[in-house]
């Protein structure tokens, strides 16, 4: 059974991460609340691919695409959030 998702991470979170040599105190912060639950809200997941789509074609580009997809893929699917307004808490 997986954690509840307590933390979810910012696209600029998930950016940090994906660099060839990511800020340690990044790391560790993210290596100490992965236990506790870490999700990433669809709108996230959206502003990590525009931002990598905005990049020249090339071997980088390819690169953080290829890195992106497999930390996607290493998640479950409920750690992907989706976006809508209809939360029972905030509807009228």
């Known amino acids: 059974m997986t954690a509840p998702v307590v933390w979810i991470l910012d696209a600029n979170i ?10 340690q105190v990044v790391v560790e912060i993210v290596a100490e609340i ?5 999700g990433l809200s669809i709108i996230s997941v959206w502003e990590v691919l525009n931002g990598i789509s905005q990049l020249d074609l090339g071997e980088r ?8 997809y497999r930390m996607l893929d ?10 809508t307004l209809n939360h029972p808490q905030t509807c009228a």
């Open 74 to 83: 290493e998640m479950s699917v409920d750690r992907i959030l989706d976006w």
């Open 61 to 68: 580009r390819k690169i953080l695409t290829e890195r992106f």
């Open 14 to 23: 998930v950016a940090k991460m994906m660099r060839a040599n990511p800020n």
């Open 34 to 38: 992965v236990v506790q639950g870490v």
